[in-house]
C-alpha cells in the first residue's frame, strides 16, 4: 500500500498547472479532514493535494466535505433476468451513483446464470452504454474445466456453497476440492456465499425471520469457513455476508477478506415478519447483530457491502416459506452509514476503510482514496441532511426497502472520474460505467493483511 499523500503547503507540486478540474473543500486525506484543493486531470484522474493547487475549472463545495466514493463488492442488478421491473444494470447503477457507489461487483446468478464465456460477453455488452457506474463481473465458478477461459475474461469468481436465489444444487465436496484446486491457478478475487447445507435444519418450518435463522444457523456459516480457510492459501478469498461476530474473527484470523451488510448490521430476525425480511445467510437474533455492529464500528471487519437482492414486492408478500430471499440496498448501505457517522455513532475512517478503501485493493482498482493516481470518483457530503428513507422514492423499480424510516444522509454531489453524475442529491450523469477487471501489484499478497494492520 501507498504511504498515506502528505498535502503540502503553499503552492501544490508542478502537476497542478495541468489540473483540468479543481475540487475544493474539508477532504479526507491522510486520515482526517482537512480544507484542501484536489486536482484532477482530463483523464479523471487525480493530480495533486494541496493547499492552492492551480488549474482551468474549480469547484468549491464550501464547508461540505469531500469523500472518496465507495465500492460495492456485491450487488445483485438481475440482468439478464425475466424482471426488468424489478431491477436492470442501468438502474441499479443509478442507484448505486445515487448511494456514494462508484463501482459495484456484479454477481453471476442472473439468468441465465454467468458461467460460460459467451454469457460473460453478453453481460459486457449489457453493462456497455448503460451503467452509470463501473461494473466487475464475477463469473460463477461452478464447473472446474469452464474456469481457465472464465478467468481470462471475468473480474473474479462467485462460488456458492448453499443454494440461493437462482443457485441450486451447490457443489458436492469432492467436486468443490477440485474447483478450489484450480482456482487457486487464477489470480483473481473470490467471492463465497459461506453457508453449509450439510449444518441447515431442513425440517423445520419456515414461518418468519426466526424460524429462517433456526433453520440456516450460524453455524452452517462457521462449518463452511473452516472448510474454507483448509484451502489454499493462493486464493485470493473474501467470505460475502458474514452474520456474526465469530465469522468475523474465524475469517480475520488467518487474513482472508470478509464483509458485513447494512442489514446484518442494523435488522434482526425481530424486525419484521414477513417475506420482506427474508434473506440468506438470514437475519440473526438481536444479540448477534449488536455484537456485529461492535465488531464493524471497532474497525474489525474488512468490508462493508449491501449484498443488494431486489425482488418485486409482490413476491415478498408471499407466505414466508415461498417468498424469494434478499434484500435491496446498493443506493442505502452507504447513506445509512454516514448518517451513523453524523451521529457519532461510527468513526468516519472506520466507514471509509470498509465501503471504499480496502473493496477497492479486493477488486484490484486505483480507487478508494483521495490520493496521487487515484480516479476522481469522489463524493460531497453534508452531515446535516439526514432524511429517512422512503422505499418508494429509491431509485430501484422494485420500490420497497428494508430500511423504511431509517435516517440516512445521501451524498449531495458524486463526481465519476472527474465527471459529476449526481448534483443536488439528483442523478445528473449518462451510462458513462465500464466493465473493470482487477489489476494487483506484482507480487501483492492473495490474503488482505488483518484489518488492525491495514
Ligand atoms: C441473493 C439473491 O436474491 O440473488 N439473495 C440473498 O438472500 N442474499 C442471493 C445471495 O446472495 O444469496
Ligand atoms: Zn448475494
Request: glycine share 10%.
Amino acid at each position: 500500500m501507498a504511504p498515506p499523500v502528505r498535502p503540502r503547503s503553499g503552492t501544490a507540486r508542478k502537476e497542478a498547472a495541468e489540473a483540468e478540474l479543481v475540487l475544493c473543500g474539508r477532504a479526507w486525506v491522510a486520515g482526517r479532514l482537512q480544507p484542501l484543493e484536489v486536482g484532477i486531470d482530463g483523464e479523471g484522474t487525480i493530480r495533486a493535494i494541496g493547499r492552492n493547487v492551480r488549474g482551468a475549472r474549480r469547484h468549491d463545495v464550501g464547508e461540505r466535505v469531500l469523500l472518496p466514493a465507495a465500492t460495492d463488492v456485491h450487488v445483485h442488478l438481475r440482468d439478464p433476468g425475466p424482471e426488468a421491473e424489478v431491477e436492470t444494470i442501468a438502474s441499479g447503477t443509478v442507484g448505486a451513483a445515487l448511494g456514494g457507489v462508484g463501482l459495484v461487483g456484479e454477481m453471476p446468478n442472473t439468468e441465465p446464470a454467468v458461467t460460460s464465456v459467451e454469457r460473460l460477453e453478453e453481460k459486457e455488452a449489457r453493462v456497455r452504454g448503460r451503467a452509470a457506474t463501473d461494473v466487475l463481473l464475477y463469473a460463477a465458478a461452478l464447473e472446474p474445466r469452464a474456469l481457465a477461459a472464465l478467468a481470462r475474461r471475468a473480474g473474479g469468481f462467485k462460488l456458492y456453497l448453499a443454494p440461493t436465489t437462482g443457485i441450486d444444487p451447490a457443489p458436492e465436496a469432492g467436486q468443490l476440492d477440485a474447483l478450489l484446486a484450480e482456482l487457486a491457478h487464477h489470480d483473481l478475487p473470490l467471492a463465497v456465499h459461506a453457508e453449509d447445507p450439510g449444518r441447515f435444519r431442513t425440517g423445520l418450518a419456515a414461518v418468519d425471520p426466526v424460524s429462517w435463522d433456526e433453520r440456516r444457523p450460524v453455524d452452517a456459516e462457521e462449518s463452511a469457513v473452516r472448510r474454507l480457510l483448509a484451502a489454499s492459501a493462493w486464493l485470493r478469498l473474501h467470505v460475502a455476508h458474514a452474520t456474526a461476530a465469530p465469522i468475523v474473527a474465524l475469517a480475520r484470523a488467518r487474513g482472508v477478506s470478509c464483509e458485513v451488510t447494512a442489514q446484518h448490521l442494523l435488522l434482526s430476525n425481530a424486525s419484521g415478519r414477513d417475506g420482506r425480511f427474508k434473506v440468506n445467510p438470514p437475519l440473526r437474533s438481536e444479540l448477534a447483530r449488536a455484537a456485529l455492529w461492535r465488531e464493524f464500528a471497532e474497525g474489525r471487519v474488512p468490508i462493508l457491502a449491501s449484498d443488494h437482492a431486489p425482488h418485486a414486492a409482490l413476491a415478498k408478500a408471499l407466505p414466508f416459506d415461498v417468498a424469494p430471499s434478499g434484500v435491496p440496498g446498493v443506493q442505502t448501505t452507504v447513506p445509512l452509514m454516514l448518517a451513523k457517522v453524523g451521529e457519532g455513532k461510527l468513526a468516519l475512517d472506520v466507514l471509509l476503510r470498509a465501503a471504499c478503501d480496502r473493496p477497492a485493493r479486493l477488486l484490484g482498482q486505483p480507487m478508494g482514496r483521495i490520493a496521487p493516481g487515484h480516479r476522481a470518483n469522489l463524493l460531497v457530503v453534508e452531515f446535516r441532511s439526514r432524511r429517512p428513507i422512503r422505499g418508494a422514492q429509491l431509485r430501484s423499480p422494485c420500490g420497497w426497502s428494508p430500511f423504511e424510516g431509517f435516517p440516512a444522509v445521501f451524498p449531495v454531489e458524486h463526481w465519476h472520474d472527474g465527471e459529476r453524475v449526481v448534483d443536488g442529491g439528483e442523478y445528473v450523469g449518462r451510462p458513462c460505467g465500464r466493465v473493470v477487471r482487477p489489476e494487483y501489484a506484482p507480487g501483492a499478497a492473495a490474503r488482505l493483511p488483518p484489518p488492525e494492520r491495514a
